[in-house]
């Protein structure tokens, strides 16, 4: 008499509620290791979905950096900064790029107004910085190419600078002293805000920094304010993700004509930092599923011992089950079924308690995590995948007995 498959599975339940507490023993290393698996791959998702997110705020992915090349030893020779004729030669030889975007940092210039002074950085640059950086002013505008043409005393202020400065006055028209120069107030930038993962400085909001900014035309930087200044960073954006790669590729050689084959530029883009990301995420991922493994290892190893005691156990019923009619091919689809049955049940526990700790984990590592329909299938395949590993040989073993010796096993 053949066993169905209906039956077979009847039959794994049943010893699976006569026996409860061998088999919550049993997949328990299955629902560490599926749980482990499920909460590491919602980690990574989170962290990348986070970096996305990041890049998206500070202009997306299209941009392509130059600034100094800190592993460069300065001993040989060479300065990382670029003259306005050097910077001219360079957007020379990019036709392909939408903007770029030259950057002077004064660090902790001191704006002063009405008794009041505002320490922070104001940056020289040019109108296309606001497209660079995807961030406009949110009151007045922007300076304009006549104002940079002009060496226009006109400032714009980050909204933090414009809060904390002119308290509850309207900032736009009034004039503001950095240096010795007096600067008219044209603009106030959108307030940026991005909660940071892991809160940190600023109250959790990781741009903060860019609300504590100022801008001037560039020519007004190098000629009014410091004179002495030079472009220490330059921002170009591409026209594609894919384009940014190649004018990375691009840069780093006209650079290198430039400054006489010194590398005291380091040429980066956003492409290359999603690129190495998507490098440590498979790196990290196949360690923590190998921690994750050993413990479903472990698990299968239990399962299997388990299994073959239940053998033992039921030699005889195995060998009633041959007697009547029962293929060696029914006894292993049924102790297939059961094994499979177990592990599928650690698959599902450990998914429903990695759901259950997601949010614990996401708050103790201060950081989002993401957990998809992806993620529970490919727990599950591993689960339902260790049993039918670790479920062959009990299988084949059952299979294999003797109908008249498995009758007279007492």
Same mark, same amino acid.
């Given at each position: 008499?053949?066993?169905?498959?209906?039956?077979?599975?009847?039959?794994?339940?049943?010893?699976?509620?006569?026996?409860?507490?061998?088999?919550?023993?049993?997949?328990? /290393?299955?629902?560490?290791?599926?749980?482990?698996?499920?909460?590491?791959?919602?980690?990574?998702?989170?962290?990348?979905?986070?970096?996305?997110?990041?890049?998206?705020?500070?202009?997306?992915?299209?941009?392509?950096?130059?600034?100094?090349?800190?592993?460069?030893?300065?001993?040989?020779?060479?300065?990382?900064?670029?003259?306005?004729?050097?910077?001219?030669?360079?957007?020379?030889?990019?036709?392909?790029?939408?903007?770029?975007?030259?950057?002077?940092?004064?660090?902790?210039?001191?704006?002063?107004?009405?008794?009041?002074?505002?320490?922070?950085?104001?940056?020289?640059?040019?109108?296309?910085?606001?497209?660079?950086?995807?961030?406009?002013?949110?009151?007045?505008?922007?300076?304009?190419?006549?104002?940079?043409?002009?060496?226009?005393?006109?400032?714009?202020?980050?909204?933090?600078?414009?809060?904390?400065?002119?308290?509850?006055?309207?900032?736009?028209?009034?004039?503001? &002293?950095?240096?010795?120069?007096?600067?008219?107030?044209?603009?106030?930038?959108?307030?940026?805000?991005?909660?940071?993962? /892991?809160?940190?400085?600023?109250?959790?909001?990781?741009?903060?920094?860019?609300?504590?900014?100022?801008?001037?035309?560039?020519?007004?930087?190098?000629?009014?304010?410091?004179?002495?200044?030079?472009?220490?960073?330059?921002?170009?954006?591409?026209?594609?993700?894919?384009?940014?790669?190649?004018?990375?590729?691009?840069?780093?050689?006209?650079?290198?004509?430039?400054?006489?084959?010194?590398?005291?530029?380091?040429?980066?883009?956003?492409?290359?930092?999603?690129?190495?990301?998507?490098?440590?995420?498979?790196?990290?991922? &196949?360690?923590?599923?190998?921690?994750?493994?050993?413990?479903?290892?472990?698990?299968?190893?239990?399962? &299997?011992?388990?299994?073959?005691?239940?053998?033992?156990?039921?030699?005889?019923?195995?060998?009633?089950?041959?007697?009547?009619?029962?293929?060696?091919?029914?006894?292993?689809?049924?102790?297939?079924?059961?094994?499979?049955?177990?592990?599928?049940?650690?698959?599902?526990?450990?998914?429903?308690?990695?759901?259950?700790?997601?949010?614990?984990?996401?708050?103790?590592?201060?950081?989002?995590?993401?957990?998809?329909?992806?993620?529970?299938?490919?727990?599950?395949?591993?689960?339902? /995948?260790?049993?039918?590993?670790?479920?062959?040989?009990?299988?084949?073993?059952?299979?294999?007995?003797?109908?008249?010796?498995?009758?007279?096993?007492?």
């Amino acid at each position: 008499m053949a066993i169905s498959l209906t039956e077979s599975l009847q039959i794994g339940v049943n010893d699976i509620l006569m026996r409860k507490v061998r088999s919550l023993i049993t997949i328990f /290393g299955i629902v560490l290791g599926v749980m482990c698996i499920m909460v590491v791959l919602a980690i990574i998702a989170g962290m990348n979905k986070s970096t996305m997110a990041w890049m998206q705020e500070r202009g997306g992915t299209n941009k392509v950096e130059i600034e100094r090349n800190w592993d460069y030893d300065f001993r040989g020779g060479g300065y990382a900064s670029l003259t306005l004729a050097e910077l001219n030669q360079v957007r020379g030889q990019i036709p392909e790029a939408l903007a770029v975007g030259p950057v002077i940092n004064s660090w902790g210039a001191s704006l002063q107004y009405k008794g009041f002074s505002y320490s922070g950085q104001v940056l020289g640059v040019l109108p296309g910085h606001q497209r660079m950086e995807s961030w406009y002013p949110g009151k007045g505008r922007f300076f304009s190419d006549i104002e940079v043409r002009e060496n226009s005393n006109v400032i714009v202020l980050g909204a933090t600078v414009a809060k904390e400065l002119f308290k509850t006055e309207d900032p736009l028209g009034q004039s503001v &002293m950095l240096s010795d120069q007096m600067l008219t107030v044209i603009g106030i930038m959108q307030e940026k805000i991005w909660e940071s993962p /892991g809160g940190g400085s600023f109250g959790g909001n990781a741009l903060e920094y860019m609300n504590r900014q100022s801008f001037v035309p560039i020519s007004t930087m190098m000629n009014k304010i410091e004179a002495s200044s030079l472009i220490q960073s330059v921002q170009i954006l591409a026209k594609s993700p894919e384009d940014a790669l190649m004018l990375q590729e691009k840069l780093k050689l006209i650079l290198l004509h430039i400054k006489k084959g010194k590398a005291v530029f380091r040429v980066s883009s956003a492409q290359e930092t999603i690129q190495q990301m998507q490098q440590n995420s498979k790196i990290f991922s &196949m360690i923590f599923i190998m921690i994750g493994m050993i413990s479903l290892l472990v698990g299968g190893i239990v399962i &299997m011992n388990i299994m073959l005691a239940s053998i033992k156990e039921r030699t005889r019923e195995i060998g009633v089950r041959l007697a009547i009619g029962a293929r060696r091919t029914d006894i292993f689809v049924q102790f297939m079924v059961q094994t499979v049955l177990i592990t599928g049940l650690g698959g599902v526990f450990g998914i429903i308690l990695g759901y259950l700790i997601l949010d614990l984990v996401s708050g103790y590592l201060g950081m989002p995590m993401l957990a998809g329909p992806q993620m529970i299938l490919v727990s599950l395949l591993v689960s339902v /995948g260790v049993g039918l590993i670790f479920g062959i040989a009990p299988a084949v073993k059952a299979s294999n007995l003797d109908p008249v010796m498995a009758l007279r096993d007492e």
